[in-house]
């Protein structure tokens, strides 16, 4: 915690502060209550909070926003799928408890 308050967009963050004056059983639902960022919202964030170095030619820029881009469309297609496994699997429990009974 001491590292951490060393840093003040970190303090300042709403997912810090979420952190540290919740319950513990209200963290999870609190933070999945917040709403989600686009890449360009991401980057803008760093930008206010990081010195970067932005002498880049635009094609650069672009190329990186479209490697931000692609990994945002896969990271999205992992989770829909990741979602119908877990649906799935839900499924394949319960008919298998309601086939054979219930195991622990």
Same mark, same amino acid.
């Given at each position: 915690? %001491?590292?951490?308050?060393? #840093?003040? #967009? ?5 997912? /810090? ?16 209550? =917040? &709403? +989600?960022?686009? &890449?360009? @919202?991401?980057?803008?964030?760093? %930008?206010? $909070? /990081?010195?970067? !170095? ?6 650069? =820029? !672009?190329? #990186? +926003?479209?490697?931000? $881009?692609?990994?945002?469309? /896969? ?8 979602? %119908?496994?877990?649906? $799935? ?6 008919? /298998?408890? @309601?086939?054979?009974?219930? #195991? $622990?």
């Amino acid at each position: 915690m %001491r590292e951490c308050g060393k #840093y003040e #967009y970190l303090i300042e963050s709403k997912e /810090f502060k979420i952190f540290t004056r919740s319950t513990a059983g209200e963290i999870d639902t609190v933070l999945k209550a =917040l &709403p +989600r960022q686009t &890449p360009m @919202q991401i980057l803008e964030k760093y %930008r206010l $909070n /990081f010195k970067l !170095t932005e002498d880049v030619d635009n094609s650069e =820029l !672009t190329r #990186y +926003r479209e490697k931000v $881009n692609i990994f945002n469309a /896969f990271v999205t297609k992992a989770i829909i799928s990741m979602n %119908r496994d877990v649906n $799935n699997i839900a499924a394949a429990k319960s008919a /298998f408890q @309601q086939s054979y009974g219930h #195991y $622990n």
